[in-house]
């Protein structure tokens, strides 16, 4: 096959997307369990993962698919997985996993209208929430949202990048919309993306899988000729069980830290009209689309209205929102679901200006002339 050399303008559907954007990334094998409305990221990559080198396996079941990412990424290879909401809860424990042995992978959810198998074919913001909070313990999450085709892809890249550099779990919340839609994007040339691969240990070095002196340590491929264990129990910097409780302290401490000190490099977000806005819409996701339209519109019928999208769900950009009081009395929060984002945002503007919600949960996009109506209301 002859790979792509120089920037190409496709008509690309938000799945096709992530799995391009995954494969630009390095990622080289794949495990999951089919799942609307994430099946093409599959279907994708069973066709374009042999084309590049790469592996795809089907597995029996959404558990067996992340248990062999991380078997795969342990063993080498950049691993990614696909699936959707009720998937995504029998994923949690082996996420889990993943976290606490620093095991970097990439897991997408195309978010649909739920609980349980709810509707399918439904578009909804419903799994905010469960992205931060769905496996136990105190465990540090990055997880993007995009809301176009383009950046998915961008944001696919970027998650394997954080993966790689961190050793870290990372999640890309794409959403029903978003997933299915389809745009005319330019495709980067691969020579102009920045690919990031995980720091290797050293031939012939006492290999410390997890150093107390190290933010990330390097990784070593099982096979490479390194003595290691991996647990996902509290351990020693050999990999091994420890109920020491100042070892686990700092550990747990060191798993949020190296997250919490690349906050600059993980939030992304955009904006505008903030300056003047007596009222900012803040939003993600597919809910961004119609939120923009909503605030263009507003603003053309003269009213003080700002635009302010997070790509990054976690870590929540609680400085960036707090920053929005310094005009707006008001920030309105659209979102697909009954209200999860909503409350993030209360705790970052800590009672400095009214926090007010425009929901919709049925299994139809939000549109902007609801959201307009909303904006109305509450100028």
Known sequence: MIL????????????????????AAGANFY?????????????????????????????EDEIGGMAAVIGAAIGGAKAFTATSGPGFSLKQENIGYAIMAEIPCVIVNVQRLGPSTGVATAPAQGDVMQARWGTHGDHPVIAFSPSSVRETFDLTVKAFNLSEKL???VIILLDEIVGHMRENIIVPAPESLEIVNRERPADGVDYKP?????????????????????????????????TDPIRVKNQLLRLHQKVENHR???????????????????CYGCS???????????????????????????PFPYEKIAALTRSARTLLVPEMNMGQLIAEVERAVKGRAEVAGANRFDGELITPQEILVRIKELI
């Open 288 to 314: 961004a689309r119609s939120a923009r339209q909503a605030v263009k519109l507003a603003r053309e019928e003269g009213l003080p209205v700002g635009f302010f999208r997070t790509a990054t769900i976690w």
């Open 167 to 169: 050793r870290q779990p």
């Open 31 to 59: 495990a999951g369990y089919p799942i609307t409305p994430s099946t093409e990221i599959a279907e994708i990559a069973a066709r374009r993962l042999p084309e590049t080198g790469g592996r795809f396996i089907q597995m």
């Open 4 to 23: 792509q050399k120089k920037p190409e303008s496709r008509l690309m559907q938000g799945n096709e997307a992530c799995a391009e954007g995954a494969i």
């Open 210 to 242: 997890y150093a107390d002196d190290r933010e990330v340590s390097p990784l070593a491929s099982f096979g490479d000729g390194h003595f290691f264990n991996i647990t996902g129990l509290f351990h020693d910097e050999q990999g091994f069980p420890t």
């Open 264 to 282: 600059d490099e993980i939030i992304i977000t955009e904006e505008f009209g903030t300056e003047d806005a007596v009222l900012t819409v803040v």
